[in-house]
């Protein structure tokens, strides 16, 4: 009879109803109920005819979806993991819910379109909409909108049922522009001996995605790229290596923004009675000039000078040794002020190159995967290098499964190393108050160095973890991670208070009442999920 | 006597034992045209796990599995595929919600898979029993003891 080719186990159907009475509708013929009847009578004639079985399929939409509800805790009170955990139990943050039609055309033609829901609060969007034409079953043709395989998972890293973790390992995947993209792909398959491989070249422009990090969205993008990809599968081995590479236009980034106002200062025209004209709300450079150094010959125009003013017309020789001290102390916090003067944009065009090998071994009872990957932004972006193993036992529905991942930092990113603003301490010993407009200027530059930080990565991380399949297309997952950070770095645990200062929701209070806590060493963290697919 | 019916018994069980060890359980079947005359369970698996679209012949390859949950299925995801449902489940979840492959078509029966196979010329199903039709041919037979491979 009527075989519908929707996957659903009998658990998940218990879960999707909704889904369910989609798919069993799902195909939708413009025809007649009389037609349909005397169809279906033909159809009993022919009952055991396999072709038109199959050519039943033509024509038909399949649906499929797949669920991840994820949660998760961390041990830290003052920072968020990748901005989704933080030391309250969450269970909306990482959870996603996705449905994918595909649509058989003609023998060689195809269409699919996969929607997806995020966080529960994201709406709705489409991740995958495409058609596809075959050329011949091993070369085949994708337009429209894809997702890039930059690493080994980032065509379903939605879909957790596909991967043994709770959660992808971020210090690979956390921070990335692989996403979906409109544009075409071309992938072959074809067999050496007994290695089968796959290769794929695509190319594409994306632009209506910001980069983020976990749900931290820090620029807009509009990039243009191409990569190529080549997996090999032998016996229970499977290899692969991709290289892309991208062409970035960078807007309204969370730096630009957000931070170097705390630099610059910013100006704003109200446009109110008695504010018609433009209002310049002070930055660390207005502050250090106006309010500490001054210009060194106008009376009022900043505390040094006043200082030295005062000291050079009084009538005490004592204090002329202190003038040369504060002249010094001048040029000298020029020169502190000079790497935050260099902080560069990020909005700009730049580009970048990716570059991944993985590795996934499985013979049905150890499984093995591991990747070393390596992002490389032309600019202000951190450039990284991340990597990978995990591996797992399965015994029965059981899997438990250890990983260890890191990321970190390498070679020099356009950021200048920004540090404190010191003041000469035989002043501050001297002159009663300058300690405390030091302390100032350091309100300043306490956002900016933790935004530094937070724009290098150095973090290991340990996972211990179980998968556990009740049943066909349900998995439930528990891990606990011990993140540890090094050098100062955040890592992925980011500051509550440097996230609500980019966020832009630092607004009605003043600069001195956001103070940016200092990296974790390390954070402790556990994660539970369930995914199904149906 | 006890000791008669002993040996006897013994007989008769290492008989019924080799007579299983060796009885077909699965006639792999390509279509009569299809210029190849056997398929080792290795390239089976990699024609039905769609890790390759061939055989090795060159001649583009169109599976057709049985229904989950039948007898036919069974026997081919443990002797062939060395795969259970779940494993099976899990490889397919990579594939479908990447928009690369999707499982290859079910046909609900032996008679099913021999229409389809004798009807596609790259067709390759698997039976429970020896085919029928002269469209097709049997290019591997998996028996109890054999393993996959």
């Not at chain 1, 931070?259 to 930055?283: A, D, M, Q, R, S």
Request: aromatic letters at 12%; proline letters at 4%.
């Amino acid at each position: 009879m009527l075989k519908r080719v929707c996957m659903i186990s009998s658990l998940s159907r218990a879960v999707g109803l909704a889904m369910i009475g989609l798919c069993w509708s799902g195909p939708v013929w413009a025809e007649s109920l009389e037609e349909r009847v005397s169809q279906l009578e033909k159809q009993q004639e022919r009952q055991s005819n396999a072709l038109e079985l199959v050519s039943e399929m033509a024509g038909k939409v399949e649906v499929s979806g797949f669920v991840s509800i994820r949660g998760g805790q961390i041990d830290s009170e003052e920072t968020s993991y990748v901005t989704t955990l933080t030391d309250e139990w969450t269970f909306s943050e990482e959870s996603v819910f996705g449905l994918q039609f595909n649509s058989t055309l003609s023998e060689s033609m195809s269409a699919s379109l996969q929607l997806k829901a995020s966080g529960l609060r994201d709406g709705v969007e489409f991740e995958w909409a495409y058609l596809e034409y075959a050329f011949q079953p091993d070369l085949k043709l994708r337009a429209g909108r894809l997702r890039a395989p930059g690493y080994m998972l980032s065509e379903y890293l939605d879909v957790g049922y596909a991967y043994p973790w709770a959660q992808v390992p971020y210090e690979v995947y956390g921070w990335l522009p692989f996403n979906r993209y409109e544009g075409l792909d071309l992938r072959h398959w074809f067999s050496v001996g007994d290695a089968d491989l796959r290769v794929t070249a695509y190319a594409g422009t994306s632009s209506d995605q910001k980069l983020r990090l976990g749900n931290f969205e820090y620029t807009d993008q509009t990039s243009r790229f191409a990569g190529l990809e080549v997996q090999m599968t032998y016996d229970i081995y499977t290899f692969r290596a991709g290289y892309s590479r991208y062409r970035f236009e960078l807007t309204g980034s969370a730096l630009d923004v957000y931070l170097l106002p705390l630099v610059n200062g910013v100006t704003i025209v109200p446009g109110i009675e008695p504010y018609v004209g433009e209002v310049k709300v002070p930055g660390l450079i207005d502050y250090a000039d106006d309010v500490m150094s001054g210009d060194g010959v106008t009376p009022g125009s900043g505390f040094l000078t006043d200082m030295i003013l005062l000291f050079s017309g009084d009538a005490d020789p004592a204090n002329d040794a202190l003038i040369p001290v504060l002249e010094n102390e001048r040029s000298a916090l020029a020169a502190q002020l000079q790497p935050y003067q260099q902080i560069p944009s990020m909005n700009e065009d730049t580009y970048g190159e990716f570059f991944g090998l993985g590795f996934s071994a499985d013979n049905g009872e150890y499984l093995i995967m591991a990747e070393l990957t390596s992002s490389y932004i032309e600019g202000v972006f951190p450039d990284v290098e991340g990597g990978y193993v995990l591996v797992g036992y399965r015994f029965g529905n059981w899997m438990p499964y250890v990983n260890v991942a890191t990321v970190y930092t390498v070679g020099n990113n356009d950021f200048p190393a920004l540090v404190p603003i010191q003041g000469n301490p035989v002043i501050e010993a001297a002159i009663p108050g300058y300690g405390q407009l030091v302390e100032g200027a350091n309100l300043f530059t306490g956002g900016l160095i933790a935004a530094m930080n937070a724009l290098r990565l150095e973090q290991d991380t340990y996972t211990l973890g179980v998968r556990w399949d009740p049943a066909v297309s349900l998995a439930i997952k528990a891990e606990m991670f011990y993140a540890n950070m090094s050098d100062g770095s955040y890592g992925f645990a980011l500051p509550k208070q440097l996230l609500e200062l980019a966020a832009g929701n630092s607004s009605g209070r003043s600069v001195d009442e956001i103070t940016i806590s200092s990296p974790e060493e390390n954070v402790t963290g556990v994660r539970l999920s369930i995914d199904m697919v149906f | 006597m006890l000791k008669r019916l002993l040996v006897f018994l013994i007989g008769f069980s290492l008989m019924t034992f080799a007579s299983a060890q060796g009885q077909v359980e699965l006639y792999v079947i390509v279509n009569a045209n299809n210029s190849l005359d056997s398929l080792s369970a290795d390239q089976l698996e990699r024609l039905f796990l769609l890790k390759t679209k061939r055989f090795e012949n060159g001649e583009s390859a169109e599976p057709v599995n049985q229904s989950e949950g039948s007898k036919a299925r069974e026997l081919f995801n443990e002797k062939v595929l060395q795969r259970n449902e779940q494993q099976l489940k899990y490889y397919w979840s990579r594939k479908m919600f990447s928009g690369s492959d999707k499982p290859p078509p079910i046909a609900v029966s032996n008679s099913d898979t021999e229409t389809f196979v004798s009807e596609h010329p790259g067709g390759v199903g698997y039976l429970t029993r020896q085919p029928q039709s002269d469209q097709v041919k049997v290019v591997l037979t998996v028996k109890r003891q054999a393993g996959g491979r």
